[in-house]
Protein backbone atom coordinates (compact mmCIF):
# COMPACT_ATOMS: atom_id res chain seq x y z
CA UNK A 1 0.00 0.00 0.00
CA UNK A 2 2.55 2.34 0.39
CA UNK A 3 4.06 1.86 -2.85
CA UNK A 4 0.45 2.67 -4.50
CA UNK A 5 0.65 6.14 -2.63
CA UNK A 6 4.20 7.19 -3.80
CA UNK A 7 3.22 6.37 -7.10
CA UNK A 8 0.22 8.65 -7.05
CA UNK A 9 2.20 11.52 -5.62
CA UNK A 10 4.94 10.95 -8.98
CA UNK A 11 1.90 11.28 -11.08
CA UNK A 12 0.32 14.94 -9.59
CA UNK A 13 4.08 15.87 -10.04
CA UNK A 14 4.18 15.02 -13.54
CA UNK A 15 0.83 16.38 -14.29
CA UNK A 16 1.10 19.82 -12.48
CA UNK A 17 4.20 20.81 -14.47
CA UNK A 18 2.62 19.93 -17.91
CA UNK A 19 -1.33 22.04 -17.20
CA UNK A 20 1.86 25.41 -16.29
CA UNK A 21 3.02 25.09 -19.13
CA UNK A 22 -0.10 24.83 -21.06
CA UNK A 23 -1.52 27.74 -19.53
CA UNK A 24 1.95 29.71 -20.11
CA UNK A 25 1.53 28.69 -24.08
CA UNK A 26 -2.18 29.59 -23.85
CA UNK A 27 -1.24 33.16 -22.36
CA UNK A 28 2.03 33.52 -24.97
CA UNK A 29 -0.70 32.91 -27.93
CA UNK A 30 -3.33 35.64 -26.64
CA UNK A 31 -0.29 38.05 -26.00
CA UNK A 32 0.72 37.26 -29.39
CA UNK A 33 -2.43 38.00 -31.00
CA UNK A 34 -3.73 40.47 -29.47
CA UNK A 35 0.10 42.30 -30.47
CA UNK A 36 -0.62 41.29 -34.13
CA UNK A 37 -4.57 42.63 -34.14
CA UNK A 38 -4.01 46.34 -36.17
CA UNK A 39 -6.67 49.23 -36.89
CA UNK A 40 -6.14 51.62 -39.77
CA UNK A 41 -8.09 55.04 -39.27
CA UNK A 42 -8.31 57.00 -42.17
CA UNK A 43 -8.36 61.11 -41.62
CA UNK A 44 -10.51 62.97 -44.00
CA UNK A 45 -9.51 66.12 -43.67
CA UNK A 46 -9.98 67.94 -46.80
CA UNK A 47 -6.74 69.31 -47.91
CA UNK A 48 -6.50 71.03 -51.33
CA UNK A 49 -3.43 72.31 -52.81
CA UNK A 50 -1.40 74.45 -49.94
CA UNK A 51 0.81 76.80 -51.63
CA UNK A 52 2.41 78.86 -48.69
CA UNK A 53 5.67 80.33 -48.84
CA UNK A 54 8.17 81.90 -46.75
CA UNK A 55 9.90 85.31 -48.46
CA UNK A 56 13.13 86.36 -47.26
CA UNK A 57 13.99 89.88 -48.67
CA UNK A 58 17.27 90.39 -46.43
CA UNK A 59 20.27 92.14 -46.38
CA UNK A 60 23.45 90.38 -45.74
CA UNK A 61 25.16 90.52 -42.51
CA UNK A 62 23.03 93.06 -40.35
CA UNK A 63 19.98 95.39 -40.35
CA UNK A 64 17.22 94.81 -42.65
CA UNK A 65 15.74 91.41 -42.17
CA UNK A 66 12.51 91.60 -43.56
CA UNK A 67 10.55 87.94 -43.71
CA UNK A 68 7.08 87.36 -44.79
CA UNK A 69 4.45 84.31 -45.18
CA UNK A 70 2.20 84.40 -48.05
CA UNK A 71 -0.67 82.26 -48.99
CA UNK A 72 0.09 81.62 -52.95
CA UNK A 73 -3.11 79.80 -53.13
CA UNK A 74 -5.42 81.42 -55.89
CA UNK A 75 -8.56 79.29 -54.96
CA UNK A 76 -10.80 80.07 -52.04
CA UNK A 77 -8.49 78.06 -49.61
CA UNK A 78 -7.37 79.97 -47.04
CA UNK A 79 -5.10 78.33 -43.86
CA UNK A 80 -4.15 78.27 -40.51
CA UNK A 81 -0.38 78.97 -40.21
CA UNK A 82 2.80 78.52 -37.54
CA UNK A 83 5.92 79.64 -37.74
CA UNK A 84 9.55 78.87 -35.45
CA UNK A 85 12.12 80.46 -35.45
CA UNK A 86 16.05 79.54 -34.16
CA UNK A 87 19.22 81.63 -33.97
CA UNK A 88 22.57 80.38 -33.91
CA UNK A 89 26.29 81.88 -33.35
CA UNK A 90 29.28 79.70 -34.47
CA UNK A 91 32.86 80.50 -33.43
CA UNK A 92 35.56 80.55 -36.71
CA UNK A 93 36.07 76.54 -35.71
CA UNK A 94 32.12 76.19 -36.06
CA UNK A 95 31.24 75.65 -32.81
CA UNK A 96 28.23 76.57 -30.89
CA UNK A 97 28.45 79.75 -28.67
CA UNK A 98 25.85 81.22 -27.00
CA UNK A 99 23.38 83.78 -28.08
CA UNK A 100 23.61 85.53 -24.61
CA UNK A 101 26.20 88.27 -23.28
CA UNK A 102 26.03 89.32 -19.91
CA UNK A 103 22.62 88.55 -19.57
CA UNK A 104 21.42 90.12 -22.60
CA UNK A 105 20.35 88.29 -25.93
CA UNK A 106 23.19 89.26 -28.14
CA UNK A 107 21.03 90.71 -31.16
CA UNK A 108 17.88 92.60 -31.42
CA UNK A 109 14.75 91.49 -33.28
CA UNK A 110 12.61 94.05 -34.51
CA UNK A 111 9.29 92.31 -34.92
CA UNK A 112 5.83 93.74 -36.69
CA UNK A 113 3.06 94.60 -35.04
CA UNK A 114 1.54 91.62 -36.93
CA UNK A 115 3.82 89.14 -35.01
CA UNK A 116 3.53 91.22 -31.71
CA UNK A 117 -0.17 91.04 -31.93
CA UNK A 118 -1.67 88.47 -34.04
CA UNK A 119 0.48 85.46 -33.38
CA UNK A 120 0.70 83.54 -29.65
CA UNK A 121 2.90 81.10 -28.57
CA UNK A 122 2.05 77.44 -28.16
CA UNK A 123 5.13 76.73 -25.59
CA UNK A 124 5.98 74.11 -27.88
CA UNK A 125 8.85 76.38 -30.00
CA UNK A 126 5.94 77.39 -32.67
CA UNK A 127 3.83 80.88 -32.87
CA UNK A 128 0.70 79.97 -33.86
CA UNK A 129 -1.57 82.66 -35.98
CA UNK A 130 -4.61 84.75 -34.81
CA UNK A 131 -6.04 85.02 -38.08
CA UNK A 132 -6.29 82.55 -41.34
CA UNK A 133 -4.11 83.72 -43.99
CA UNK A 134 -6.62 84.39 -47.03
CA UNK A 135 -5.81 83.27 -50.26
CA UNK A 136 -3.07 85.98 -51.97
CA UNK A 137 -2.46 87.51 -48.18
CA UNK A 138 0.90 87.67 -46.68
CA UNK A 139 2.04 88.69 -43.46
CA UNK A 140 5.39 90.49 -42.36
CA UNK A 141 7.20 88.76 -39.03
CA UNK A 142 9.95 90.99 -38.92
CA UNK A 143 12.04 94.17 -40.78
CA UNK A 144 15.26 93.87 -38.94
CA UNK A 145 18.14 92.22 -36.86
CA UNK A 146 21.05 94.58 -35.26
CA UNK A 147 23.94 93.09 -33.35
CA UNK A 148 24.35 94.65 -29.49
CA UNK A 149 27.45 93.24 -28.76
CA UNK A 150 30.57 94.31 -30.59
CA UNK A 151 32.84 91.47 -29.35
CA UNK A 152 30.27 88.76 -31.44
CA UNK A 153 31.13 90.68 -34.60
CA UNK A 154 33.59 88.10 -35.55
CA UNK A 155 31.31 85.30 -35.17
CA UNK A 156 28.75 83.80 -37.60
CA UNK A 157 25.08 84.11 -36.59
CA UNK A 158 22.23 82.68 -38.34
CA UNK A 159 18.70 83.52 -38.22
CA UNK A 160 16.32 80.40 -39.12
CA UNK A 161 12.60 80.60 -39.61
CA UNK A 162 10.31 77.41 -40.44
CA UNK A 163 6.59 77.18 -40.68
CA UNK A 164 3.46 75.03 -41.91
CA UNK A 165 -0.01 75.90 -42.77
CA UNK A 166 -2.79 73.12 -43.25
CA UNK A 167 -6.28 74.08 -44.51
CA UNK A 168 -8.10 76.29 -42.23
CA UNK A 169 -10.68 74.61 -39.90
CA UNK A 170 -10.61 73.40 -36.70
CA UNK A 171 -10.30 69.67 -37.25
CA UNK A 172 -7.52 69.93 -39.02
CA UNK A 173 -5.45 71.65 -36.28
CA UNK A 174 -6.83 68.99 -33.85
CA UNK A 175 -5.96 66.64 -35.88
CA UNK A 176 -2.66 67.51 -37.33
CA UNK A 177 -1.37 69.81 -34.49
CA UNK A 178 -2.76 68.22 -31.46
CA UNK A 179 -4.55 71.76 -30.82
CA UNK A 180 -7.88 73.17 -30.40
CA UNK A 181 -8.47 76.39 -32.40
CA UNK A 182 -11.98 77.75 -32.53
CA UNK A 183 -12.54 80.06 -35.79
CA UNK A 184 -14.64 82.50 -36.38
CA UNK A 185 -16.22 82.41 -40.05
CA UNK A 186 -17.43 85.82 -40.42
CA UNK A 187 -14.24 87.19 -39.46
CA UNK A 188 -11.52 84.81 -39.91
CA UNK A 189 -10.15 85.04 -36.31
CA UNK A 190 -8.68 82.29 -35.20
CA UNK A 191 -8.75 81.67 -31.24
CA UNK A 192 -6.08 78.80 -30.05
CA UNK A 193 -6.54 76.63 -26.54
CA UNK A 194 -2.86 75.39 -25.01
Do not use: C, H
Not at 10 to 33: F, S
Not at 172 to 179: E, F, G, R, V
Request: charged content about 20%; proline content about 2%; overall charge positive.
Amino acid sequence: MKRLKEKKSKKYLLITPVLALAVVGVGIWVVYAMSRNTTNIISNIPVGTNSVQIIDNSDAGFGRKEVSFVNNNTSDISVLLRIGYSETWKDSGGNAISNVYNGNNVVTKTWTDAFNNDFVSGGDGWYYYKKLLAPSATVKVITAITLDEPAYAAYDYDLNFRFEAIRGNATAATQLWSKTATINDETGAVTWAF
